[in-house]
């Protein structure tokens, strides 16, 4: 695994450009396994460029014309596959094919042209089983955190992105399920302690 943080940081040895997301999250997320993965990103730009070199397989989608084109000579085309979307992305069939076969899902797109919550809202009616969703800048983008929170238990990574900004990335993987409320399946001792 690489260990990434702000003093660590080269062209060279991090892949660099960084994405925008927590060093420490990053740190956690980032290793060997994901080369057998899918990910779809929502939002391209230089993380797109750096996961090309864990996974796979890249699916990535940006609503800036800009974004897209300055991408379009960048990427390995063996690895990614970076496609345009507009606000009618969510009546688009390729898009939830791609939402179903991801592996990992990033939700860090402009929220100003979609809202992060919808996008939320849509994977997780969408995705496969066992994918899990990445959000970044849940303190940002409330509505979309908590919508998550509700059908997900959450690991948060609080700290600094590459341009030091405070912020939060979340990974939502294991569904909140009753089985993780059901008490009754306890067994206490006279004690009151749990044995």
């Not at 800009?66 to 345009?84: G, M, V, W």
């Not at 797109?109 to 994977?123: A, E, G």
């Amino acid at each position: 695994m690489n260990f990434i943080n702000s003093q660590s940081i080269s062209s060279a040895e991090n892949h660099s450009p960084m994405p925008l997301l927590t060093y420490d999250f990053l740190n956690y997320f980032v290793n060997d396994s994901l080369k057998s993965k899918t990910l779809l990103e929502i939002g391209s730009g230089d993380s797109t460029l750096f996961w090309q070199t864990y996974f796979g397989k890249v699916l990535t989608y940006e609503h800036d014309p800009n974004y897209y084109n300055s991408l379009k000579d960048k990427i390995n085309n063996n690895i990614t596959e970076l496609n345009l979307f507009d606000i009618h992305v969510f009546n688009d069939s390729k898009f939830r094919n791609d939402v179903n076969l991801a592996d990992y899902i990033i939700i860090d797109n402009d929220p100003n042209y979609v809202d992060r919550y919808h996008f939320c809202k849509f994977v997780v009616e969408n995705k496969k089983h066992n994918s899990s969703i990445i959000l970044d800048n849940g303190t940002w983008n409330l509505s979309a955190y908590k919508y998550l929170n509700q059908y997900f238990f959450c690991k948060d990574f609080p700290g600094i992105n590459r341009d030091n900004e405070i912020t939060v990335t979340s990974i939502f993987e294991v569904k909140r399920t009753p089985e993780y409320y059901d008490y009754t399946k306890i067994a206490w001792d006279t004690n009151g302690s749990k044995y």
